[in-house]
């Protein structure tokens, strides 16, 4: 005779562990690899100007183009100021400014791309085309045009790159949020009287949220890069604030004699790109942002 189940005990289980426990990047060891290498860049950023490392900007004009020593571990600049400070204010101004720049863009361009695709018609229309021209343009030409209206500096680098950022976000978020606006959740809601501004807080916003994370680090890499090539060409920040763009700019005009100007910041943000990126790869196979699209 076969004994009746628990099923009590079992919708209890079931609602005690509503999905089972997973530990971030366990079984991908590159994304692994890439947040313990974006953690450690970002422990520099943090705490970096409290390790004894000198001033970064100290002079010492008997010791210019000295490569890298016991003395000074990162070499010194044509004016013998030592690059290893330099390179973690480098560090912490890239990631500043580039991580300010995503926050703006994913909250802008999240907002907006949930707007196309649940305001259908007009409101969509308007959001979709402007997105379209603005991603007609060179990224580069449109941030440089942007700095030359803005002025260059901390603040019109940030405005630029959240400019060429926030078009093909806000088509991805759009394309996530078409996939959601008419499933049977938002159909019983709007049934049920909940008005727009609850709808998409509640409903449609965390169900692109995986889409949304994933496309912001891939902004992140895109933001790095950007900042990096205004502040090579001149146009990022200013002196005295270091960037590991402008180190590179500053560092190319001795090349021949000091490479490791230009080597060692370079090498730096390399990894630091490639880093975000592992964890880019790792959090779209962790929040399955991929099958969520399929199932949709």
Known sequence: MTEPIDTTASRRSARERPFPLRLPF??????SMGAILLGLFVLIAVFGHWLPIGDPEAIDVGARLTRPSGGFLAG???????????????????????????LITVAISTML?????????????VIIRIADVLFS?????????????????????????????????IRVVRAAALGVVNRDFIVAARVGGANHVRIIFVHVLPS???????????????????ESGLSFLGLGLQPPAASLG???????????????????????????????????????????????????
């Open 76 to 102: 010194t600049d044509a004016l013998g100021r030592s690059e290893l400070p330099r390179l973690v204010q480098g560090i912490r101004t890239t990631l500043l400014v580039a991580g300010t720049s995503v």
């Open 208 to 226: 692109i949220a995986g889409a949304a994370v994933v496309q912001g680090t891939y902004a992140l890499c895109v933001g790095m890069l950007a």
């Open 137 to 169: 343009f060179p990224a580069l030409l449109l941030a440089i045009l942007l700095i030359a209206i803005v002025g260059p500096g901390q603040k019109g680098v940030v405005i630029s790159i959240a400019l060429i950022c926030c078009p093909l976000m």
């Open 113 to 125: 791309g949930v707007l196309a695709a649940y305001f259908r018609g007009v409101v969509g229309e």
């Open 26 to 31: 366990r079984s991908d060891g590159l994304a």
């Open 246 to 296: 402008s180190l590179v700019n500053e560092g190319s005009q001795y090349l021949p004699v000091a490479p490791w100007l230009v080597l060692i910041p370079g090498v730096l943000l390399a990894l630091i790109i490639m880093s975000v990126n592992l964890v880019g790869d790792g959090l779209r196979d962790m929040l399955d942002v991929r099958g969520a699209e399929v199932r949709r």
